[in-house]
């Protein structure tokens, strides 16, 4: 059983920090990554990295976030710096599952970045 739990969400000031952790169960993945849903908007991409960490990035996070993968605790991060207003959202942690290719969701952490 697949299971993806997420952690390290919360409040910050514009220009701070957080990290996020994805640690996913139940399986190998081949490409992990984060997306984002703010309120009464679509869920986006922010970024994806593969095992052989190949990254990509959505253009507003570019410079600002980087993720990184620990392929031995199928674990996946997100470290977010200058923090904006605008990058609140709820942060969803994505995993494929190599061996069907089928997409798995975490519940998704809060992120609030205040002015």
């Known amino acids: 059983q697949v299971q993806l739990v997420e952690s390290g969400g919360g409040l910050v000031q514009a220009g701070g920090s957080l990290r996020l952790s994805c640690a996913a169960s139940?399986?190998?993945?081949?490409?992990m990554g984060w997306y984002r849903q703010a309120p009464g908007k679509q869920r986006e991409l922010v970024a994806t990295i593969t095992r052989g960490a190949t990254t990509n990035y959505a253009d507003s996070v570019k410079g600002r976030f980087t993720i990184s993968r620990d392929n031995t605790k199928n674990t996946v991060y997100l470290q977010m710096n200058s923090l904006k207003p605008e990058d609140t959202a709820v942060y969803h942690c994505?995993?494929?599952?190599?061996?069907?290719?089928?997409?798995?969701w975490g519940q998704g952490t809060q992120v609030t970045v205040s002015s």
């Open positions: 994505n995993a494929r599952l190599r061996i069907n290719n089928n997409d798995y």
């Open positions: 139940g399986g190998i993945f081949s490409i």
